[in-house]
């Protein structure tokens, strides 16, 4: 492969030799292996605007503003921004004309993110089953071990994602992909106060959990995932469906893969305990059961059904709970119902299948593997009717246990 990381925002760093010497080596080698990618800005005719506010501000998985010596990173405002003297962006597009240096263009929904080099080991590697490179960024207070296990996970997830979409990326989708592990930032990364969490997106992923966390492996799961079927999507893949429009899709997949793909079979009967119960109190015919998460408390305080897609005047809180919640419950679900009526074949299979043809999609795979009252009761489910708990179990026995040819 001719492939190689380009360098990305050299602008940064144009005037870092009148820097101290130490800096200046830092911010070369950073610059050395930043590569965003063959991506390159869009014409951007707006001056560059500064990063702010400064002011630490919290979001649901983590810090979503931060100001310090080592990172800063804020909303994306749409347009460039101006990069702090010698910082690096980090995820941004490549420069492409002279009179953009010093400034950064972010993709649209993902975080403007700038590291003061001086505190960072910045790496590139290929991830062989992609053909991308991965510039990782981690603190520079991780000892050698903790990077190199930082980085096995890494190469570990792409290898297990990679199973579910065979088609790969084509040429012109393999961009360099950014990888910041922010953990030590703001604390442990334990709980939502001391995690610094940039929105990710096109060109970055995050892991803001602790080191070896399953936080930090679903989170990394559900971000590859999400490289391929939403930020990257193949043409002859991304479709929708009568029954399940492609965005929907798209987050149900990575919901399901986040505990589908975990080795740690306790830690997807935890995942799914939570989810299921979440289901059956937005399903059961008692008033006095909800949801005991603030996110649930956006819906409508009335039983369901909150089908795909869901009928509710808070559409926003009622959409990602389907997507997110109820979809990847389906999912197991739907591996329990065909282990129940004798299928061969398991969901991990769908799914690869599905992101091999324009014309799959789940509700069309399901509709052929299933029989007629099979199928009417995934139909139910996706309308939001109750799941019977037997079907969830089967599902999990499969996942825990997958044939030899899926082993993850």
């Known amino acids: 492969m001719n492939y190689k990381p380009v360098l990305a925002l050299s602008a940064c760093l144009l005037s870092v030799t009148a820097f101290s010497p130490a800096y200046a080596e830092k911010a070369a080698q950073a610059a050395s292996v930043t590569a965003d990618t063959s991506a390159t800005q869009p014409d951007a005719a707006d001056v560059c605007v500064p990063l702010g506010p400064h002011i630490p501000r919290g979001g649901s998985f983590g810090m979503e503003h931060w100001s310090d010596d080592k990172l800063r990173m804020a909303a994306n405002?749409?347009?460039?921004?101006?990069?702090?003297?010698?910082?690096?962006p980090v995820g941004s597009y490549r420069i492409k004309k002279e009179e953009d240096e010093g400034c950064a263009l972010f993709p649209d929904g993902q975080s403007a993110v700038f590291i003061n080099p001086l505190h960072w080991k910045v790496d590139a590697y290929l991830v062989p089953v992609l053909g991308i490179y991965v510039v990782r960024f981690i603190p520079n207070t991780y000892s050698d071990e903790d990077v190199k296990k930082t980085d096995a996970l890494i190469q570990e997830v792409y290898e297990k994602v990679s199973y579910l979409f065979p088609?790969?990326?084509k040429e012109y989708m393999r961009q360099d992909h950014h990888i910041i592990v922010t953990?030590?930032?703001?604390?442990?990364?334990?709980?939502?106060?001391?995690?610094?969490?940039p929105y990710p997106g096109p060109h970055l992923s995050v892991l803001a959990g602790p080191l070896g966390s399953n936080f930090n492996k679903e989170f990394l799961i559900r971000q590859a995932v999400y490289l391929q079927n939403k930020m990257r999507p193949r043409d002859e893949t991304f479709k929708d469906d009568p029954l399940l429009a492609a965005p929907s899709w798209s987050d149900m997949e990575g919901g399901w893969a986040a505990f589908a793909l975990l080795d740690d079979a306790k830690a997807r009967l935890d995942r799914v305990n939570a989810l299921?119960?979440?289901?059956?109190?937005?399903?059961d015919d008692d008033d006095e059961t909800w949801p005991d998460l603030q996110r649930y408390k956006k819906i409508d305080r009335s039983k369901g059904p909150f089908g795909m897609p869901p009928n509710s005047p808070r559409r926003s809180a009622a959409v990602k709970y389907a997507n997110s919640d109820l979809g990847p419950l389906i999912m197991v679900a739907l591996d329990g119902l065909l282990v129940a009526e004798g299928k061969k074949e398991t969901m991990m299979q769908y799914v690869r299948l599905i992101n091999s043809k324009k014309e799959y999609t789940l509700p069309s795979v399901m509709k052929a593997a299933l029989s007629p009252k099979g199928y009417s009761l995934f139909e139910g489910w996706m309308k939001g009717q109750p799941i019977d708990r037997s079907y969830i179990d089967k599902g999990l026995a499969r996942l825990d246990n997958p044939p030899k040819q899926e082993a993850k």
């Open 77 to 88: 405002p749409g347009k460039r921004v101006k990069a702090p003297e010698y910082w690096v």
């Open 167 to 169: 088609l790969g990326l």
């Open 183 to 197: 953990t030590g930032v703001a604390g442990d990364g334990k709980r939502v106060e001391n995690r610094v969490f």
């Open 276 to 283: 299921y119960s979440v289901h059956q109190a937005l399903t």
